[in-house]
């Protein structure tokens, strides 16, 4: 590490993953991006977010105007319209009056949150709250959720509420693409018979659902294999929080969180395109997580999973 003068001390090394590294904020000499943003690409959903237990948990898809979870709040973040809070932990949720707050500020819309049914009465009373505080309106559109409803985002897209098992009342979500597809009689039709069909009233499609992306928050195992559509998503994201050997899986499931074991135990049952595995404990160093990930993992799953640091 070269120093360029004498008065400076040493660069840090610059790497996105220390901003984990555990310096104390006197020895920062640099602003630190606290509201890192990853991304990727596949099949026209472009996946955005970061996500570390205890730090900050936050998703979005601009392409499907949704996001999930609000832990924190990048500025770029603050156009998507419908959000999906998993839970009420404040990891995930502290932003909330936040992103409610710049919306109104930038002259935007007010925006949908989707959360818990248990944590609408209490999120209300935080946004009041904040309104005396800040003297600013706190214009959110909450809508709680169960379980087992589901959520039409539009003609196209629909949501559905999965129930998950943590340490407070937390949901897990599907996001499916509805299409319509022509049944196969009618396949050798042409265009014009298609549509004089049609217009005689018969009904010559039928709607299929493609899973496009799941995302189950914080959860143990149960929020997995209780939702088995989850495992044929395109895009799934879930957390691994644990993937040290040491760390007891009855203790972590007992906590509601998954450890890299759950993983490799059902790598056959996962038909994701993508399984990004995310919401690491910040006990390892990120090179470390990635190491014993790419190691524990069999072929087949290790290169469609990211780790997500
Ligand atoms: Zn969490
Ligand atoms: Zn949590």
């Given at each position: 590490m070269r120093n360029q003068g004498t008065h400076e001390r040493p660069r840090p090394k610059r790497k996105d993953a220390d901003v984990f590294a555990g310096e104390l904020p006197e020895e920062l000499e640099y602003p630190v991006d606290n509201a890192p943003v990853r991304s990727f690409s596949h099949k026209g959903m472009t996946i955005e977010g970061y996500s570390r237990a205890a730090v900050q948990t936050y998703w979005r898809v601009p392409e499907l105007k949704l996001g999930f979870d609000l832990g924190l709040q990048p500025w770029?973040?603050?156009?998507?319209?419908n959000w999906f809070v998993s839970h009420a932990h404040l990891d995930h949720i502290a932003a909330l009056p936040v992103y409610v707050a710049r919306r109104r500020l930038m002259r935007m819309e007010p925006p949908t949150i989707y959360l818990p049914a248990e944590a609408v009465d209490p999120v209300h009373a935080l946004m009041r709250a904040y309104q005396r505080l800040d003297r600013g309106k706190q214009a959110a559109n909450l809508v709680g959720l169960e379980p087992g409803q589901e959520v039409e985002l539009s003609r196209e897209l629909i949501v559905s509420v999965l129930e998950t098992r943590h340490t407070i009342p937390s949901l897990g979500f599907l996001v499916w693409e509805r299409r319509k597809k022509l049944l196969p009689q009618y396949h050798d039709l042409s265009g014009p018979e298609i549509r004089d069909l049609r217009l005689s009233g018969v009904e010559v499609t039928k709607e299929i659902r493609l899973g496009r992306l799941a995302y189950l928050g914080d959860t143990n195992p149960a929020g997995l294999d209780g939702n088995p559509e989850a495992y044929n998503a395109e895009i799934l994201i879930l957390e691994m929080t644990f993937v040290a050997r040491n760390e007891r899986p009855d203790q972590i499931h007992k906590f509601g969180h998954m450890h890299l074991d759950d993983f490799v135990s059902r790598a056959d049952r996962f038909k994701n395109d993508w399984i990004i595995a995310s919401h690491f404990s910040?006990?390892?160093h990120p090179e470390t997580i990635q190491k014993i990930v790419s190691r524990a993992l069999p072929e087949g799953l290790r290169d469609r999973v990211k780790v997500w640091l």
């Open positions: 770029s973040f603050m156009s998507t319209p910040t006990r390892l």
